[in-house]
């Protein structure tokens, strides 16, 4: 039987996401996200689809 699809986002896409978040502006970045939540969530996000692809591929 076939796995259900992975919920999980391509590494690369997430990638992009941290790229797009690094080249807006410190006080944007700041003001958009006070508690600095964003950017450790997606590096989580990226690792899990890394793990993910690694396993995948196996």
């Given at each position: 039987?076939?796995?259900?699809?992975?919920s999980?986002?391509?590494?690369?896409?997430?990638?992009?996401?941290?790229?797009?978040?690094?080249?807006?502006p410190e006080?944007?970045?700041?003001?958009?996200d006070?508690?600095?939540?964003?950017?450790?969530?997606?590096?989580?996000?990226?690792?899990?689809?890394?793990?993910?692809?690694?396993?995948?591929?196996?």
């Amino acid at each position: 039987m076939p796995l259900p699809p992975s919920s999980v986002r391509p590494a690369a896409a997430v990638q992009a996401d941290i790229t797009a978040w690094l080249a807006l502006p410190e006080v944007l970045r700041l003001a958009v996200d006070p508690g600095r939540e964003v950017l450790p969530a997606l590096w989580a996000e990226w690792l899990a689809a890394d793990r993910a692809e690694i396993v995948e591929a196996a």
